[in-house]
């Protein structure tokens, strides 16, 4: 008999309604759920094809292990006993910071999840944490510790509401507006036109989004930082700041202008490419707008300022009026309070460094960018086990070939996934996770991101159609046959104290008899705002209070006599770089600067086994200008080069790109299909292939993944 159940997309921050249709135990249709309060029947080509992906023959079902004769299936005793065990000898020989974790983006989109897998490396003792922020989001965590004192404090636009939408560096089509939840991006954005307000797109490429809404403005890339501080330059030449605001929130008032001074719309027209004229009129209609709000994502994270570019982003908010103002950017505390949370973890007090490079801990984790070398390099503390869950940093990371060398000499690796990838290429053990329909969740960490509040709890759609296990018991089961703590982190210590106290639970440390479910209550105790139990009564998600001004800067500043000073003294050397960046020439070897970009129908570096999104874009997207100066014409095969290494790929001829600009979609394999062994696999140039991994930004130690300096070469034809 057929069924119907109530749940919700993970893939992205959209979180789109779902309704499943569930048969004997199978799932056998997903289409969206008109009843969601945000998405109303909507879901993207993503959402669709994990039908596909909960019932795809190749997806990983028990526990392997691998031969000499290549994979061979385990139980899992034996692949917990095994894996526990070699963990401890090599945490035994060689202290706990021989072991680190790579932990990718999925982590961010299950309650449990990311808790037990950090909870498990407390355990261990280390503090080698790698995530897939390094090549996404870290700087913003930087930039609001650094100014609001808290990584976990981010305003996002106002996007029903606004009059004015200033988006750089994001393509809302394809991403739906990530560090937002925000579906039918598309309608709402249209939207503003229709009520008489106006969309400006900054970007180097004409995006899929600009070709519906907005006004379209070039930019060259990584030079989003200059745009902004003429903005904020020609705002304060024509008093247009809202100086009652800055008086009563903010201090460095003066620090701010002598910080934009140098760079007026004529000196940074010719950085950034966008005309003066263009730059003093988005100045003026921005700052007389009624309510307007500036949002930026990866195309600006992904550059050589990414921490310094998010601070340009919400100061351009603030002195304009339109930060933490409704219809502006927007703070929400969220339905769980994960900045008391996090205070209570002790992350954010961390003085952990990194052996290499000397980086502090940012949210418990360090740069991606170092892995290799801290796998290479020999010395106390050289890591000799990785643990890589939910993640492909064999295509993700900078310089994978670097990577793919340190991997192969690790005396251990263990994949956590549900497909086999690049990356498990080089594992020892490859220990099969549930799907998200196959757990419960509720979307705590997209809690404070939403222009319309709501909150949702979803049972498992359907049980694990093999031996597959969630991602946190795993964790407890090797904390368990390790002998560990469990559950190391404080705020999950904090939030279990009243079950300890009940003898409900027979210990924090223990793993017999807990479930991550026993978290929940406290957590939505934090954020006051739902209980679990009306969240089970409705499934299709609660609506919660709408968002109101003064969240952050009255209640959290103001409030506490504290006022936020406009330009950290952390950022003082950052803006002495910018100057000497602002008059580096063209590099003639390199002369042309590639930038990255996502299809609907992928998601980093999963989603290529998806049947019906084979057809997406591998191509390199060139100028008629510059293919014309090399001699390429459509469809022929260019080879791209930089200092690091070279790609192979079709050429796209097109004006929907910058001149001296490239763009190849990333999350695609350096692997030859044939020796991938899935047919399904979609092939690709890798661009971590031309990325350098010691190319890392000062705060966040992100990945220099756009404005990377490549030149294009045509493939002599063969005699």
């Not at 299936?73 to 692949?79: C, G, L, P, T, Y």
């Not at 910080?259 to 966008?274: N, Q």
């Not at 809690?447 to 795993?474: K, N």
């Not at 006022?563 to 003639?588: G, I, M, R």
């Amino acid at each position: 008999m057929r069924e119907k159940k109530i749940t919700y997309c993970r893939i992205c921050e959209g979180l789109c309604g779902l309704v499943a249709e569930v048969e004997d135990g199978r799932l056998v249709n997903l289409s969206p759920d008109p009843e969601h309060p945000v998405s109303r029947g909507y879901f993207c080509p993503k959402g669709r094809a994990m039908l596909q992906v909960q019932n795809d023959p190749e997806r990983v079902r028990a526990p392997l292990k691998r031969t000499g004769s290549g994979w061979e299936k385990v139980s899992w005793d034996e692949a917990i006993a095994e894996v526990g065990d070699r963990l401890s000898a090599i945490r035994r020989e060689h202290g706990s910071q021989a072991i680190g974790m790579y932990l990718g983006n999925p982590a961010a989109f299950s309650y449990s999840y990311g808790a037990f897998a950090q909870g498990f490396l407390q355990g261990i003792g280390t503090t080698n944490l790698f995530t897939a922020g390094s090549q996404d989001c870290n700087n913003k965590f930087a930039f609001s510790q650094i100014f609001y004192g808290s990584p976990l404090i981010h305003l996002f636009p106002d996007v029903d509401c606004t009059d004015y939408l200033l988006v750089l560096g994001s393509n809302p089509l394809v991403s739906h507006l990530s560090f937002a939840t925000v579906p039918r991006i598309a309608e709402r954005m249209k939207a503003i036109e229709k009520r008489g307000g106006k969309v400006v797109m900054i970007n180097p490429r004409r995006t899929e989004t600009s070709r519906v809404v907005g006004e379209q403005v070039f930019i060259r890339p990584d030079t989003d930082i200059f745009f902004l501080l003429a903005l904020v330059h020609q705002i304060f030449k024509e008093k247009r700041a809202d100086l009652s605001v800055l008086n009563i929130y903010t201090e460095g008032i003066e620090s701010l202008q002598r910080a934009a001074d140098p760079y007026p719309p004529e000196k940074a027209a010719g950085i950034t490419g966008i005309p003066a004229e263009t730059i003093i009129r988005i100045a003026r209609e921005f700052s007389s707008a009624r309510l307007a709000a500036c949002y930026g994502r990866a195309g600006v994270c992904l550059g050589r300022f990414g921490t310094l570019t998010s601070w340009g982003i919400d100061i351009l908010n603030l002195v304009t009026g339109n930060l933490d103002k409704r219809g502006g950017a927007v703070f929400h505390p969220g339905f769980v309070d994960l900045v008391r949370l996090f205070d209570l973890s002790g992350l954010g007090r961390s003085q952990a460094r990194s052996r290499i490079g000397n980086y502090p801990q940012l949210m418990g984790t360090f740069p991606a960018g170092i892995m290799a070398e801290e796998i290479l390099t020999p010395g106390k503390g050289q890591i000799r086990a990785m643990i890589v869950t939910s993640g492909n940093p064999l295509v993700s990371c900078p310089n994978v070939r670097s990577l793919e060398e340190a991997f192969s000499r690790l005396e251990l690796v263990v994949m956590v996934d549900f497909y086999k990838n690049e990356t498990s290429r080089l594992a020892h053990y490859l220990l099969p996770a549930t799907t998200f329909l196959e757990r419960e969740d509720l979307p705590i960490s997209t809690t404070s991101f939403q222009p319309i509040p709501y909150a949702q709890f979803t049972e498992a759609v359907v049980p694990p159609d093999g031996e597959q296990l969630p991602e946190w018991e795993i964790y407890a089961r090797l904390s368990e046959r390790m002998g560990l703590p469990l559950m190391g982190q404080k705020p999950l210590d904090f939030l279990l104290k009243p079950f300890r106290r009940a003898g409900r639970i027979p210990g924090v440390a223990k793993y017999l008899g807990f479930h991550p479910r026993w978290l929940l209550p406290g957590l939505l105790l934090s954020g006051r705002m739902v209980s679990l139990r009306r969240l089970k009564k409705n499934p299709h998600g609660v609506l919660l209070e709408p968002n109101r001004s003064g969240q952050l800067l009255e209640k959290r500043f103001r409030k506490k006599g504290k006022k936020l000073n406009l330009v950290p003294p952390e950022f003082q050397a950052e803006l002495e770089k910018l100057k000497q960046y602002a008059e580096v020439k063209t590099d003639s070897e390199y002369p042309l600067l590639m930038i990255g970009r996502r299809s609907l129908g992928s998601i980093n570096s999963w989603l290529h086994h998806a049947p019906h999104l084979q057809g997406r874009e591998n191509d390199c997207l060139i100028h008629p200008d510059d293919a014309a100066r090399v001699g390429v014409s459509e469809g022929e095969r260019v080879r791209v080069v930089s200092r690091i290494g070279s790609v192979e790929i079709p050429a796209k001829i097109t004006d929907d790109i910058m001149a001296g600009v490239i763009s190849i979609p990333h999350g695609f394999s350096q692997v030859p299909v044939e020796e991938y062994k899935l047919p399904g696999k979609a092939p690709g140039a890798c661009t971590n292939m031309l990325t350098d991994e010691k190319d890392l930004e000062t705060f966040a130690g992100m990945a220099l993944l756009n404005g990377v300096h490549v030149r294009v070469e045509k493939i002599a034809e063969s005699i």
